[in-house]
């Protein structure tokens, strides 16, 4: 979802300016508005400690003794919102920023023992820390003053397992996992996750009742200075005091299905089925879903010992089908001396239709418009998971100004319906696919009608159907592959309202507007660390994407030994239609980089091309397969599909007339290469009970043609690349409120292509006013108009 808007730049600098004045004017009062005996934290400092661990240690310092950054408007901002007659207030606290940090003797004794805790788990046993606390006016320092002592190696390792399989099982998966080494430091993180993991493989080989508390370490020397400063470790695992542990193997599976979505009954006076199905009892009380869809991502199967991870994995999947509202496995004995346990899986159905109503409204300083769609969701037509939607769209976009009320002159009406069925598994013509332990797969029909009408231009009604097959080959790396993808196109121009020549031979891309073709093709898409996209931490991401058309039906017509001549407008048919023949490829590469805490820098490159070959050689490639730039995910300083191709410049169009009949049609070209660079960094902790984070933004690129036949303007030119780039920057805000992310970008125009040499660098008119400029390019570009900056809005992040 996203807007583009217009405003005066100035009155926004104006009232920036005024609010920059005030907060910047109780940033400073923080002071009088505590008591006399009270003290705001200026500084923290955290002295003598190996600087490797120095950003770890702070994170011991208790939040409400940190002081803000000196960039940080959180305290000036609550200062602002929350004081009231000289002092803070008490009650009816306003969610905007964060209360400065006040002095706290508790918190600072309890940060100091944090602190030494930490030091001795990282091997320095004879850590001691003191904390100075120093007040002048108000204002507090406090130095937590370590003397860390030696540090600790380990000397040996040893271990005492009671169960001797356990043994063999810990000593054959230990190279695997372990961090513990003889000669490295001692670090008590190391010994909890060499604990996790004994219990974890212990969980996945049959030990159900095996728990935490049976592992311990005891640490010998710790107490002693030595010459060589070293620690001997002795790893213990204990039997329960009942009897050594035992391997547990899974019996029959009892899968119950509540009757609605408030659950069980207490006294449930249903009967459980005696259906038994590969040692599976299948019981629906709310009869509204079979069997096998259900049963096929349950992984506990009889006769294999218990596994956690298979545990976990029915858990996970099963509410990836989305027709549960709650899982719950619990796991019974038959009897005191059985080592088989019965799985009994119980499921709550949560609703599983819905409908849901978005709107958008795109607006800029020449047009306004709105889309609304209604989409119908069932997650279980068929009961068996299959996930239905169908979606109305519509919208439209209308010119405004010249004191024109708004809609009155709709230049372009979009309207589509689609409708989708996903299956939770790859359908596979006689093959049987057990895809699931890594993520749920899905197979997905789809089909579509789209209808999009230009005033005085053109009409376009394109059909797509489609299949479509996604699946996860881990959690970072997900595949999906469209075999087929057929696409019906049949577009009309309005020759009537476009008699003069210019309209011909000046519009790039007039042509595609009247093309009626067909398309068989076949998509496959492969993504890198989806999953980490959300998180702070230092990764590559990747995705990408290829598409092809044209050569099944290629190799079909050259069976036939016709021939045909393309570049006279001779083409293949299928269906009555020429059909489209193309290779299009695009990558989205980037490189996310965590600074500290809640910094992070992005960089990434998005580059595609379009090939047409073959029976499309003549007629290149169709309207919806041509790259734009611009948009609130690209170049954010242009409003999307406005930029390139090339150097083009719509003042070759030749009058205002045809601009104006013209107006609103997409700039597209073959290729596109698009590059942003981000940092990104948080600004309030609490702002209307979200969060509030800002970027800035460097943004670069355009789209390309490959050829020169519609303008040497718009072919890409490796040797003058330099002078055909734009070049954008820009800051933005993202309203943090967890489950998704509002987002408000301001771009400003650096470097336009569409002007010539030295005037293509647009920020120095933009920093001497701007307005002899605009005049004189609204004069011989009427009736467009010319923006330095571009307002964007959107839910979540751009990239």
Same mark, same amino acid.
């Given at each position: 979802?996203?807007?583009?808007?217009?405003?005066?730049?100035?009155?926004?600098?104006?009232? $920036?300016?005024? @609010?920059? !004045?005030? #907060?910047?004017i109780?940033?400073?009062?923080? *002071? %009088?508005?505590? /008591?006399?005996?009270? +003290?705001?934290?200026?500084?923290?400092?955290?002295?003598?400690?190996?600087?490797?661990?120095?950003?770890?240690?702070?994170?011991?310092?208790?939040?409400?003794?940190?002081? $803000?950054?000196? @960039?940080? !408007?959180? #305290?000036?901002?609550?200062?602002?919102?929350? *004081? %009231?007659?000289? /002092?803070?207030?008490? +009650?009816?606290?306003?969610?905007?920023?964060?209360?400065?940090?006040?002095?706290d003797?508790?918190?600072?004794?309890?940060?100091?023992?944090?602190?030494?805790?930490?030091?001795?788990?990282?091997?320095?046993?004879?850590?001691?820390?003191?904390?100075?606390?120093?007040?002048?006016?108000?204002?507090?320092?406090?130095?937590?003053?370590?003397?860390?002592?030696?540090?600790?190696?380990?000397?040996?390792?040893?271990?005492?397992?009671?169960?001797?399989?356990?043994?063999?099982?810990?000593?054959?998966?230990?190279?695997?996992?372990?961090?513990?080494?003889?000669?490295?430091?001692?670090?008590?993180?190391?010994?909890?996750?060499?604990?996790?993991?004994?219990?974890?493989?212990?969980?996945?080989n049959?030990?159900?009742?095996?728990?935490?508390?049976?592992?311990?370490?005891?640490?010998?020397?710790?107490?002693?200075?030595?010459?060589?400063?070293?620690?001997?470790?002795?790893?213990n695992?204990?039997?329960?005091?009942?009897?050594?542990?035992?391997?547990?193997?899974?019996?029959?599976?009892?899968?119950?299905?509540?009757?609605?979505?408030?659950?069980?009954?207490?006294?449930?006076?249903?009967?459980?089925?005696?259906?038994?199905?590969?040692?599976?009892?299948?019981?629906?009380?709310?009869?509204?879903?079979?069997?096998?869809?259900?049963?096929?991502?349950?992984?506990?199967?009889?006769?294999?010992?218990?596994?956690?991870?298979?545990?976990?994995?029915?858990?996970?999947r099963?509410?990836?089908l989305n027709?549960?509202k709650?899982?719950?496995?619990?796991?019974?004995?038959?009897?005191?001396?059985?080592?088989?346990?019965?799985?009994?899986?119980?499921?709550?159905?949560?609703?599983?239709?819905?409908?849901?109503?978005?709107?958008?409204?795109?607006?800029?300083?020449?047009?306004?418009?709105?889309?609304?769609?209604?989409?119908?969701?069932?997650?279980?037509?068929?009961?068996?998971?299959?996930r239905?939607?169908?979606?109305?769209?519509?919208?439209?976009?209308?010119?405004?100004?010249?004191?024109?009320?708004?809609?009155?002159?709709?230049?372009?009406?979009?309207?589509?319906?689609?409708?989708?069925?996903?299956?939770?598994?790859?359908?596979?013509?006689?093959?049987?696919?057990?895809?699931?332990?890594?993520?749920?797969?899905?197979?997905?029909?789809s089909?579509?009608?789209?209808?999009?009408?230009?005033?005085?231009?053109?009409?376009?009604?394109?059909?797509?159907?489609?299949?479509?097959?996604d699946?996860?080959?881990?959690?970072?790396?997900?595949?999906?592959l469209?075999?087929?993808?057929?696409?019906?196109?049949?577009?009309?121009l309005?020759?009537?309202?476009?008699?003069?020549?210019?309209?011909?031979?000046?519009?790039y891309?007039?042509?595609?507007?009247?093309?009626?073709?067909?398309?068989?093709?076949?998509?496959?898409?492969?993504?890198?660390?989806?999953?980490?996209?959300?998180?702070?931490?230092?990764?590559?991401?990747?995705?990408?994407?290829?598409?092809?058309?044209?050569?099944?039906?290629?190799?079909l017509s050259?069976?036939?030994?016709k021939?045909?001549?393309?570049?006279?407008?001779?083409?293949?048919?299928?269906?009555?239609?020429?059909?489209n023949?193309?290779i299009r490829?695009?990558?989205?590469?980037?490189?996310?980089?965590h600074?500290?805490?809640?910094?992070?820098?992005i960089?990434?490159?998005?580059?595609?091309?379009?090939?047409?070959?073959?029976?499309?050689?003549?007629?290149?490639?169709?309207?919806?397969?041509?790259?734009?730039?611009?948009?609130?995910?690209?170049?954010?300083?242009?409003?999307?599909?406005?930029?390139?191709?090339?150097?083009?410049?719509?003042?070759?169009?030749?009058?205002?007339?045809?601009?104006?009949?013209?107006?609103?049609?997409?700039?597209?070209?073959?290729?596109?290469?698009?590059?942003?660079?981000?940092y990104?960094?948080k600004?309030?902790?609490?702002?209307?009970?979200?969060?509030?984070?800002?970027?800035?933004?460097?943004?670069?690129?355009?789209?390309?043609?490959?050829?020169?036949?519609?303008?040497?303007?718009?072919?890409?030119?490796?040797?003058?690349?330099?002078?055909?780039l734009?070049?954008?920057?820009?800051?933005?805000?993202?309203?943090d409120?967890?489950?998704?992310?509002?987002?408000?970008?301001?771009?400003l125009?650096?470097?336009?292509?569409?002007?010539?040499?030295s005037?293509?660098?647009?920020?120095?008119?933009?920093?001497?006013?701007?307005?002899?400029?605009?005049?004189?390019?609204?004069?011989?570009?009427?009736?467009?108009?010319?923006?330095?900056?571009?307002?964007?809005?959107?839910?979540?992040?751009?990239?």
């Open positions: 979802m996203k807007a583009y808007f217009y405003l005066p730049f100035s009155n926004f600098y104006k009232v $920036a300016i005024l @609010l920059f !004045i005030i #907060v910047l109780q940033a400073c009062s923080s *002071t %009088k508005y505590i /008591s006399d005996d009270q +003290s705001i934290v200026k500084k923290v400092k955290i002295d003598s400690i190996d600087p490797k661990f120095e950003e770890e240690a702070y994170n011991y310092v208790q939040k409400d003794i940190r002081p $803000a950054s000196a @960039l940080s !408007i959180n #305290v000036p901002l609550y200062n602002l919102f929350n *004081t %009231k007659g000289g /002092s803070y207030k008490t +009650s009816n606290i306003k969610p905007f920023g964060s209360p400065p940090a006040i002095l003797s508790t918190l600072v004794e309890i940060s100091r023992n944090q602190i030494e805790k930490f030091l001795k788990g990282k091997g320095y046993f004879k850590a001691k820390v003191k904390a100075e606390i120093s007040v002048a006016n108000k204002k507090a320092e406090v130095n937590f003053k370590a003397s860390p002592g030696p540090a600790y190696f380990i000397g040996s390792i040893k271990d005492s397992i009671a169960n001797q399989n356990i043994k063999q099982l810990y000593e054959s998966q230990k190279p695997k996992f372990s961090k513990l080494h003889v000669g490295m430091q001692y670090d008590a993180d190391s010994l909890s996750y060499e604990r996790e993991q004994i219990y974890r493989i212990s969980k996945e049959g030990y159900y009742y095996f728990l935490r508390p049976y592992i311990n370490f005891d640490v010998f020397g710790a107490d002693v200075v030595t010459a060589d400063n070293k620690v001997d470790l002795h790893l695992v204990t039997d329960p005091p009942n009897g050594e542990h035992k391997t547990y193997t899974i019996g029959t599976t009892q899968v119950i299905v509540a009757p609605n979505p408030d659950g069980f009954p207490d006294s449930l006076r249903y009967k459980l089925s005696k259906d038994t199905i590969n040692h599976i009892v299948f019981t629906d009380f709310a009869k509204r879903y079979r069997r096998n869809p259900i049963v096929r991502y349950e992984f506990l199967k009889y006769g294999d010992l218990y596994d956690i991870k298979k545990e976990n994995l029915t858990y996970d099963l509410y990836q027709i549960f709650n899982v719950n496995v619990n796991f019974y004995r038959t009897d005191s001396t059985s080592n088989k346990l019965t799985p009994v899986i119980q499921l709550i159905p949560q609703k599983v239709m819905s409908n849901r109503v978005e709107g958008e409204v795109p607006f800029n300083g020449g047009t306004v418009g709105f889309n609304l769609s209604n989409t119908y969701t069932n997650n279980n037509i068929f009961r068996g998971a299959e239905f939607e169908l979606q109305l769209k519509g919208g439209l976009q209308s010119r405004i100004g010249n004191g024109e009320t708004p809609f009155k002159d709709i230049y372009q009406r979009d309207f589509s319906i689609s409708a989708s069925i996903a299956v939770p598994r790859l359908l596979i013509p006689f093959y049987n696919f057990g895809m699931g332990k890594n993520g749920m797969p899905h197979t997905t029909f089909s579509s009608y789209i209808y999009a009408l230009q005033k005085d231009i053109s009409v376009r009604r394109i059909f797509i159907n489609s299949v479509t097959y699946w996860v080959e881990t959690k970072s790396k997900l595949h999906s469209t075999p087929l993808n057929f696409e019906y196109r049949f577009g009309n309005n020759r009537d309202s476009l008699t003069s020549a210019d309209a011909i031979n000046n519009l891309y007039i042509a595609l507007l009247d093309r009626k073709d067909f398309t068989l093709g076949t998509k496959y898409t492969y993504s890198l660390n989806a999953d980490k996209l959300n998180e702070y931490r230092t990764f590559m991401y990747f995705r990408g994407n290829i598409e092809t058309a044209g050569n099944l039906l290629q190799a050259s069976i036939s030994g021939k045909y001549d393309v570049a006279n407008g001779d083409y293949a048919t299928f269906l009555g239609l020429p059909y023949q193309y490829p695009d990558v989205d590469l980037r490189w996310y980089k600074l500290s805490r809640d910094k992070q820098f960089a990434r490159l998005n580059a595609g091309v379009g090939y047409a070959y073959g029976n499309s050689t003549r007629s290149g490639l169709p309207f919806e397969k041509k790259f734009f730039a611009g948009g609130s995910s690209g170049i954010r300083a242009w409003q999307a599909r406005t930029l390139g191709p090339g150097n083009y410049n719509r003042k070759t169009l030749g009058s205002d007339e045809l601009r104006r009949a013209l107006f609103g049609l997409d700039q597209l070209g073959d290729l596109r290469i698009e590059t942003n660079l981000e990104r960094y600004l309030l902790d609490k702002f209307f009970g979200a969060t509030l984070k800002g970027a800035v933004f460097l943004d670069a690129g355009n789209v390309w043609n490959l050829t020169d036949a519609d303008g040497p303007e718009k072919k890409i030119d490796f040797a003058k690349i330099g002078q055909q734009a070049i954008g920057t820009g800051m933005g805000f993202r309203y409120v967890k489950y998704f992310v509002f987002r408000f970008d301001i771009g125009k650096l470097k336009d292509p569409e002007f010539l040499g005037e293509q660098w647009v920020i120095s008119k933009f920093l001497t006013g701007g307005k002899a400029f605009k005049n004189e390019y609204n004069a011989t570009h009427g009736p467009d108009t010319y923006r330095f900056l571009q307002y964007n809005f959107g839910i979540g992040m751009p990239f």
